[in-house]
């Protein structure tokens, strides 16, 4: 029986960090296996910000690599840069003609933007969506793991899907957002308030770049108060997120130990901390070092990116010859 197929995107500004980690990529590591997965760094979607040509390739690259480093197998998976599938660009345009200018001003995620950069509201931000939707549907995906925040983009793509088909005959299947956990684990932020994150509260997140002193001295500031005085006393917000964060990163006897601490009153928060520390470098560290292995071996990642398109183009070169096709261009 043929495998179900999952695509998914990768942004590719901004460092990846220990949330991006729980949150998508152990997912993506997880599918391999199961499904058919094409996974990309979505490098074009990058461009309605207009980042700075000298820096592109290498956040393609870094992506890539911190993904690998993460497990992904790119024997497994199609990996590969958009931008190395002329297919989507022209899903893309095609898609545009089903999609309505009302529906994509009306997007939260561009709305967002317009107050984020009204200097810069061009095309490409408002029909972001669209584009996203040529992704999934150029291989005719049925799956996509994306976090809460792009379900709706997956939505409008299934909406796209259904006119399409509607119009032009059967040819997409519908798209759904995934996880495998029913909830996605939000990593909270050391400071003890709301998540890690790429743009905001730079200490008080542990990025997979970070060097073991940083690590060590970002988890060191993370709030914490004198203690519990009442036995099984309930554990402000902080508190419960530095046990979180060792339950995702220590062993299961460490993190009871010192719930029992906790517990019995006797918690050395400094020493749980230095504990914390230890384990986050000897998680953050290997993937790390391999991340940047994979980056000074530009050969290697290149190879990598090219079989990852080739792969893609396969899938994608077909769906598009059927878009066209049922549309009507077929004229020679
Ligand atoms: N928009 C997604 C994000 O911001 C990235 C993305 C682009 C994507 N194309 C996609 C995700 C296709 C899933 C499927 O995270």
Request: hydrophobic residues 40%; proline residues 5%; contains cysteine.
């Amino acid at each position: 029986m043929s495998k179900e197929i999952v695509v998914s995107g990768i942004r590719s500004t901004g460092y990846l960090h220990l949330g991006n980690y729980f949150g998508a990529m152990k997912n993506y590591v997880k599918m391999q296996d199961e499904y058919d997965c094409y996974f990309f760094v979505a490098d074009y979607h990058s461009l309605t910000t207009h980042p700075d040509p000298k820096d592109l390739k290498a956040n393609v690259f870094r992506v890539a690599a911190e993904n690998i480093a993460c497990g992904l197998d790119p024997e497994k998976v199609a990996l590969y840069a958009q931008s190395d599938i002329p297919e989507i660009p022209e899903l893309y345009l095609l898609l545009n003609m089903l999609a309505y200018k009302g529906e994509l001003e009306k997007v939260p995620t561009f709305k967002d933007k317009v107050r984020q950069q009204p200097d810069n509201v061009n095309a490409g931000l408002l029909t972001y969506p669209v584009l996203m939707a040529a992704d999934v549907l150029i291989h005719k995906a049925v799956k996509v793991p994306v976090g809460k925040d792009q379900e709706q983009h997956v939505e409008m793509a299934r909406n796209f899907a259904n006119r399409f088909n509607h119009r032009y005959g059967e040819l997409f299947p519908e798209p759904q957002p995934f996880n495998f956990g029913s909830e996605l684990i939000k990593v909270p932020s050391l400071d003890g308030t709301g998540k890690m994150s790429k743009s905001e509260n730079l200490n008080a997140t542990i990025y997979l770049a970070d060097d073991d002193d940083l690590i060590r001295k970002k988890v060191m500031k993370a709030k914490t108060d004198s203690g519990p005085t009442e036995h099984n006393s309930e554990m402000p917000e902080y508190i419960s997120n530095i046990f979180l964060l060792m339950h995702l990163v220590s062993r299961q006897e460490t993190v009871e130990t010192y719930r029992s601490m906790y517990n019995n009153c006797t918690i050395r928060y400094g020493d749980m901390k230095k504990q914390l520390a230890e384990d986050m470098v000897a998680f953050i560290a290997p993937i790390r070092d391999k991340a940047a292995a994979l980056q000074a071996d530009e050969d290697q990642l290149k190879k990598i990116l090219k079989e990852g398109a080739i792969k893609a183009r396969e899938s994608a070169s077909k769906t598009i010859a059927a878009a066209r096709k049922q549309i009507g261009i077929n004229y020679y």
